[in-house]
């Protein structure tokens, strides 16, 4: 069974907050939940579906969320795969509709780790985390920037790919944060600012690096039955992939991610190919994270990935590849350290011709939305959605 | 000689890796072999992570090995070098590059095993430069 056709997107919602210390977590999910459901023309009680990760709603799984939320559900899923979830999740809301198990889905996202100080880049992680691995990993003192800036330092040994043309990736986001109100870095940047910042971890610049923000938002995926009933443009759902990739027993490659294997199976049940997707929202945790990702999706050949973003290939307007238009984790917002729901929603709002007219991508009718949760220099969730304008 | 002074973090051996902590504390680094495939697997674990067997076992490792990748992290209080080396058994793991200069670390560099004490458990297998 696929799920291509059974299942769309109807209501989309970014919090426009980037520093709730005003709010609390679980506040912030309803407020998403409410903004989405406001898009889709919807209410409460028609939610029968819930999807959300555990790492950003405490409690056992979804369990007090959707007490919070006073919800009544035929179906939830509380999976968490880090910033990827909500791609994931995309994936899995579309499953359960077409398999009948709920017909209104809403996913949430919320966190406030600006307002709650975390150095979430460049902190080691905690010693009360004990998975298996973590007496093999901690003493080393893993973060996030470092495990990413190892990604960075081989791609760039083993493939030439150098910082000026990692640079471009946050020049082309930096390009489209100019025009988002709410966007926490709207100046534009140059490839000499981003080499020039200052070094966090080896090779990656702080300009390298996304922010850290507050936030959260909401997707509503819902039957093409309810869809037809709303007032909003048509988005379906046409095709998702996942997989996990992790460090295969020692076997360690950090030259490609998971999305060597959740890209084709997404473009496979899509009945697309890459070349044939008009925007593209592409995790950008770092720049790196993009670089490896376009090419593990197939927009070019492996280990051209830094050639290919270079030059403002990526800016809407200009390039072959219109990616994040909102201005992506780099410049706009990256929620809870969690960016996969955010691109569902920029992807959504360019195949409905609601992106910013600066930015706007003509005749969108087919977008990608793609993220890596975890991290690429260990293990990691990749999640793919393609989604097509009816 | 910067990531000596860094604090490391103690390792909790359990009852699955105990024994590879036991070698840790004589100076020796394991790696997991499995019997029933044959694969050499790392982090060493009871269950093979290619055939799911728990006929596994460690091997002591030759603790020379070459700079598959790093990075020298720069916002810490104390920069330091973490990694991956691929040890000649032929398994990456994750490690810290120490007593060196940090500025001429190199991938595909030759590296030997030392062990380095951590914060109140055993000591904690890291590389330095041959």
Same mark, same amino acid.
């Given at each position: 069974?696929?799920?291509?056709?059974?299942?769309?997107?109807?209501?989309?919602?970014?919090?426009?907050t980037?520093?709730?210390d005003? %709010?609390?977590?679980?506040?912030?999910?309803?407020?998403?939940?409410?903004?989405?459901?406001?898009?889709?023309?919807?209410?409460?009680?028609?939610?029968?579906g819930?999807?959300?990760?555990?790492?950003?709603?405490?409690?056992?799984?979804?369990?007090?969320?959707?007490?919070?939320?006073?919800?009544?559900?035929?179906?939830?899923?509380?999976?968490?795969?880090?910033?990827?979830?909500?791609?994931?999740?995309?994936?899995?809301?579309?499953?359960?509709?077409?398999?009948? %198990?709920?017909?209104?889905?809403?996913? &949430?996202?919320?966190?406030? !780790?600006?307002?709650?100080?975390?150095?979430?880049? &460049?902190?080691?992680?905690?010693?009360?985390?004990?998975?298996?691995?973590?007496?093999?990993?901690? $003493?080393?003192? $893993?973060?996030?920037?470092?495990?990413?800036a190892?990604?960075?330092?081989?791609?760039?040994?083993?493939?030439? &790919?150098?910082?000026?043309?990692?640079?471009?990736?946050?020049?082309?986001?930096?390009?489209?944060?100019?025009?988002? !109100?709410?966007?926490?870095?709207?100046?534009?940047?140059?490839?000499?600012?981003?080499?020039?910042?200052?070094?966090?971890?080896? !090779?990656?610049?702080?300009?390298?690096?996304?922010?850290?923000?507050?936030?959260?938002?909401?997707?509503?995926?819902?039957?093409?039955?309810?869809?037809?009933?709303?007032?909003?443009?048509?988005?379906?759902? *046409?095709?998702?992939?996942?997989?996990? %990739?992790?460090?295969?027993?020692?076997?360690?490659?950090?030259?490609?991610?998971?999305?060597?294997?959740?890209?084709?199976?997404?473009?496979?049940e899509?009945?697309? %190919?890459?070349?044939? *997707?008009?925007?593209?929202?592409?995790?950008?945790?770092?720049?790196?994270?993009?670089?490896m990702?376009?090419?593990?999706?197939?927009?070019?050949?492996?280990?051209?990935?830094?050639?290919?973003?270079?030059?403002?290939?990526? *800016?809407?307007? &200009?390039?072959?590849? $219109?990616?994040?238009?909102?201005?992506?984790?780099?410049?706009?917002?990256? $929620?809870?350290?969690?960016?996969?729901?955010?691109?569902?929603?920029?992807?959504?709002?360019?195949?409905?011709?609601?992106?910013?007219?600066?930015?706007?991508?003509?005749?969108?009718?087919?977008?990608?939305?793609?993220?890596?949760?975890?991290?690429?220099?260990?293990?990691?969730?990749?999640?793919?959605?393609?989604?097509?304008?009816? | 000689?910067?990531?000596?002074?860094?604090?490391?973090?103690?390792p909790?051996?359990? +009852?699955?890796?105990?024994a590879?902590?036991?070698?840790?504390?004589?100076?020796?680094l394991?790696?997991?072999?499995? =019997?029933?495939?044959?694969?050499?697997?790392?982090?060493?674990?009871?269950?093979?992570?290619a055939? +799911?067997?728990?006929?596994?076992?460690?091997?002591?490792?030759?603790?020379?090995? =070459?700079?598959? =990748?790093?990075?020298?992290?720069?916002?810490?209080?104390?920069?330091?070098?973490?990694?991956?080396?691929? +040890?000649?058994?032929g398994?990456?793991?994750? =490690?810290?590059?120490?007593?060196?200069?940090?500025?001429?670390?190199?991938?595909?560099?030759?590296?030997? +095993?030392?062990?380095k004490?951590?914060e109140?458990?055993p000591?904690?297998?890291?590389?330095?430069?041959?």
């Open positions: 069974m696929s799920i291509k056709g059974k299942a769309n997107i109807v209501g989309v919602f970014e919090h426009p980037r520093k709730a005003d %709010k609390s977590l679980f506040q912030l999910h309803a407020e998403c939940a409410r903004g989405a459901l406001a898009d889709a023309g919807l209410s409460k009680n028609d939610i029968d819930y999807f959300c990760a555990s790492g950003d709603t405490p409690g056992l799984g979804a369990l007090s969320m959707i007490d919070y939320l006073g919800l009544k559900l035929r179906h939830w899923d509380s999976t968490d795969t880090g910033g990827s979830s909500y791609l994931l999740q995309v994936g899995h809301a579309a499953e359960a509709i077409a398999a009948g %198990k709920c017909s209104i889905a809403l996913i &949430t996202l919320a966190g406030r !780790p600006r307002t709650e100080g975390q150095a979430t880049g &460049t902190a080691p992680r905690a010693a009360t985390v004990q998975s298996a691995e973590t007496a093999f990993e901690n $003493p080393y003192a $893993p973060a996030t920037a470092n495990m990413y190892m990604c960075a330092m081989r791609h760039m040994y083993q493939y030439g &790919t150098t910082s000026e043309q990692l640079a471009w990736v946050k020049v082309a986001a930096s390009h489209h944060a100019q025009h988002n !109100p709410h966007a926490m870095l709207r100046d534009v940047v140059t490839v000499e600012d981003v080499v020039n910042s200052p070094m966090i971890a080896d !090779p990656l610049h702080r300009l390298d690096c996304c922010v850290i923000s507050d936030g959260g938002g909401a997707i509503i995926v819902a039957s093409p039955e309810v869809a037809r009933n709303l007032k909003r443009p048509l988005v379906k759902i *046409i095709g998702a992939g996942e997989a996990p %990739k992790h460090q295969m027993g020692g076997q360690i490659d950090l030259t490609y991610s998971g999305a060597v294997w959740s890209g084709p199976a997404a473009f496979a899509a009945g697309v %190919k890459p070349a044939d *997707i008009k925007y593209a929202s592409i995790y950008d945790s770092f720049t790196i994270t993009v670089v990702q376009i090419e593990d999706l197939g927009f070019c050949e492996k280990g051209q990935g830094g050639r290919f973003v270079s030059d403002g290939n990526l *800016i809407s307007g &200009t390039g072959k590849l $219109p990616f994040n238009t909102d201005g992506g984790g780099l410049c706009n917002n990256h $929620p809870s350290n969690r960016g996969g729901l955010t691109k569902v929603v920029e992807a959504v709002r360019q195949l409905r011709g609601e992106a910013h007219p600066a930015v706007q991508v003509k005749n969108c009718d087919l977008a990608l939305a793609h993220g890596t949760g975890g991290s690429l220099g260990t293990r990691h969730g990749a999640a793919t959605v393609i989604m097509e304008r009816e | 000689m910067q990531s000596q002074e860094r604090k490391i973090q103690a909790q051996p359990n +009852l699955e890796t105990k590879f902590w036991d070698a840790a504390a004589e100076g020796r394991m790696i997991g072999k499995c =019997t029933a495939c044959g694969q050499v697997h790392y982090y060493p674990r009871a269950t093979c992570p055939c +799911l067997s728990d006929k596994t076992e460690l091997q002591q490792a030759s603790g020379n090995g =070459t700079i598959y =990748t790093y990075s020298v992290m720069r916002r810490a209080p104390i920069p330091y070098a973490i990694a991956y080396v691929t +040890l000649q058994e398994v990456s793991m994750m =490690t810290n590059i120490v007593d060196c200069d940090l500025d001429k670390i190199k991938i595909g560099q030759a590296v030997r +095993l030392v062990f004490p951590s109140g458990g000591p904690v297998p890291m590389f330095t430069p041959v």
